[in-house]
């Protein structure tokens, strides 16, 4: 980069050199004249301008990029803010038309077709699952990811935030649409209308996996109502593609009452075969299977891709930053070793803050707003590793 940077100085110095040099022979007198001079201000001034840029040697092109285009930074960061209050209020929306769905169309259904020991398990299986999904969407909106203290200085820290001007702890980034530090940041979730950090990580991994789970249990139990759905549904339409009526006879009298003309066919309006409110039904049943299916392969794979980050010890964030680390070190021969990488099981023992073995059970299939462990300020050392490395 810094190659590149003196090559692109030379060059444009090279041009201001050049069109300097043809001023003074358009000019004459070497540039002694008021032209002359005035060029030769503009040179020098030009020159203050280009080596301003520059100025020293952490400003390169990237700078000036960056500079370039903060106002596009700056107005998507500001729209998916502001998207965010719409994208929570389209989970809302969504989510109560399939519960509403669920209850006046699939459930009726169940009670009416299945065995009482079925019916009991769809009862208790749907509410549990609706009851996680709920809790821990609103726990993971409305609880704060956690925010390094600014007037606290004993703390630990790794760098300085260059957009906060504050010190940043291990695992601490800077979240551009929050405008804030965010502990142990994953990513900003538009459809939280909230950053995913230290307190609120747990909260967010659990919405993914219960409202997956949910979407699966949806899919399922309506398969065959929405196969009998999608059936009936392509039946009334061929029919809406055929004649619109039977041929009526035995009416001479009824057609001589009518003006001349008004009649041009001999057909009335049959009966239609389904009703408005079956119709209706099965409308539902086909919007309810065909979005809790699209939802559960989309959340499906994020929830993977997230348990993967778990079993490593990784955000989102640190993802990258890993990876770009240890290409570094492995160039030095060495083997780059996570620092917060507690072990596989231990990784979901400390998301989930399971300290003992009912835990399970109180902790994470029962709702539970117990905080997370430690503060997010510090972190504690794998046992196999005595100096770890602050990303």
């Not at 900003?188 to 919405?207: E, K």
């Not at 997956?212 to 196969?227: A, E, H, K, R």
């Not at 979901?348 to 300290?355: N, P, T």
Request: hydrophobic share 40%; proline share 5%.
């Amino acid at each position: 980069m810094g190659g590149a940077t003196r090559s692109w100085r030379w060059l444009v110095a090279r041009m201001m050199r050049v069109l300097l040099r043809w001023s003074r022979l358009c000019c004459g007198g070497g540039g002694r004249g008021p032209l002359g001079r005035r060029l030769r201000l503009l040179w020098s001034y030009w020159r203050v301008v280009l080596k301003s840029l520059y100025f020293n040697s952490l400003c390169n092109s990237d700078s000036m990029l960056d500079a370039v285009f903060e106002p596009i930074y700056w107005l998507v960061d500001n729209l998916t803010r502001w998207f965010g209050v719409v994208f929570v209020c389209l989970v809302v929306a969504l989510t109560c038309s399939v519960v509403v769905i669920v209850y006046l169309c699939v459930l009726p259904v169940i009670l009416n077709t299945y065995p009482l020991h079925r019916v009991l398990g769809h009862l208790c299986y749907g509410h549990w699952n609706l009851i996680m999904v709920a809790f821990h969407y609103y726990k993971a909106t409305s609880t704060s990811p956690g925010h390094p203290p600014q007037e606290r200085r004993d703390m630990p820290t790794v760098t300085m935030c260059k957009k906060c001007i504050v010190p940043k702890p291990a695992r601490t980034h800077h979240c551009s649409i929050c405008n804030r530090c965010i502990l142990k940041m994953d990513h900003h979730c538009p459809w939280l209308n909230n950053c995913v950090g230290h307190f609120n990580h747990r909260y967010f991994f659990c919405f993914c996996l219960y409202m997956t789970l949910g979407c699966v249990y949806c899919s399922i139990s309506s398969m065959d109502m929405f196969i009998e759905a999608y059936n009936a549904v392509e039946s009334y339409r061929s029919l809406d593609l055929q004649l619109p009526g039977d041929k009526v006879t035995g009416a001479g009298l009824l057609y001589s009452l009518l003006p001349p003309g008004y009649m041009q066919s001999s057909y009335q309006t049959a009966a239609p075969q389904y009703t408005f409110r079956e119709r209706l039904f099965h409308k539902s049943i086909i919007y309810l299977w065909v979005l809790t299916s699209s939802v559960a392969l989309a959340l499906s794979a994020l929830t993977l891709w997230h348990s993967i980050l778990i079993l490593r010890g990784e955000t989102s964030v640190e993802r990258h930053i890993n990876r770009k680390e240890a290409q570094r070190i492995k160039q030095q021969g060495k083997v780059f070793r996570n620092p917060y990488h507690f072990g596989r099981v231990s990784n979901f023992k400390v998301l989930f803050g399971v300290e003992k073995r009912s835990h399970w059970v109180t902790r994470v299939l029962l709702p539970s707003s117990h905080p997370p462990h430690g503060d997010g300020l510090t972190w504690d050392a794998p046992r196999h590793r005595t100096d770890p490395m602050a990303i």
